[in-house]
């Protein structure tokens, strides 16, 4: 089974691939039958040797390639796609991936950083319609893009996250943490373990939300700036939102940016007179 996995939501994208090392059988033996592998200098031939391996003491094995899409994306992929000297052709590949065994589950990461902001996340779901390796493995593939959640769809995340973990929390409170700690899963996740704990199985309530997860709010002022700096509109706006629903105030907000801009052009002007990075730090 070949997947296809692409974005820049890496949490999600994680558990889903530990739904597929289910697969592999006992814990202690995964790690035995995954192998990991750059796509970046990869030959067809290696790759074809990878996925013929037999699994050892376990039903399949789980071959994971990275970056190996992205080797065809654009000017690069037309380069790569006439290199059939150094085995880069899509073909090569395509067929490698196109006989796999039934013992072998073979994944194709092109993860997309989060820090390239929603332009590139856009860019890279366009570009795959054009990516030669893509167009010839993905029709017998499962594809699936992890994107980043909306502000408006966190709070059913957070309820979803918090029933699996069998943690009962209220609407309001999901609302709340999602406010609070935006867009970040891991996290997300990590604030919602720490509130069942201390709730101790009873309904987490937006009160418990406030005393235990109140200095997430240190960490959204940064978040906005950074946001506004980098031109992240989207980003922006979302830290925003949390930031002014838990009561940040604009006049700190002000504060926070021209200290940051003030800081930028002090680096600048050190970095010119040819100070080093321990120097000026």
Known sequence: MLYIFTG?????????????????????????????????????????????????????????????LERFEGSKGKAAAKDTASKTSPDEFARALSNLPPTTLAVLLDYTSSKDGDYREKEKVSSLASN??????????????????????????VMQRAKQSSIQMSVPAARLLARFVGADLWALSSEIEKLGL?????????????????????????????????????????SLAAFTAGGGSPGFLLFMLVRQLRLMVRYTALKKRGLKEAEIF
Do not use: C
Request: no cysteine.
């Open 198 to 238: 201390y709730a101790q199985g009873r309904v987490i309530e937006e009160a418990d939300v406030e005393n235990m997860v109140g200095y997430a709010q240190e960490v959204n002022i940064f978040a906005l700036v950074d946001a506004v700096l980098d031109r992240k509109v989207k980003d922006a706006q979302q």
């Open 8 to 68: 820049s939501d890496d949490f999600s994208l994680k558990e889903r691939l530990k739904q597929i090392k289910l697969a592999l059988g006992d814990e202690s033996l995964s790690s035995a039958n995954t192998t990991m592998l750059e796509g970046k200098n990869l030959t067809a031939a290696e790759l074809q040797n990878y996925v013929q391996t037999v699994p050892f003491l376990a039903p399949a094995r789980l071959v994971i390639v990275n970056g190996l």
């Open 132 to 157: 030669p390796l893509f167009k010839l493995v993905s029709p017998g593939a499962e594809v699936k893009h992890f994107a980043p959640l909306s502000a408006q769809n966190l709070p059913g995340w």
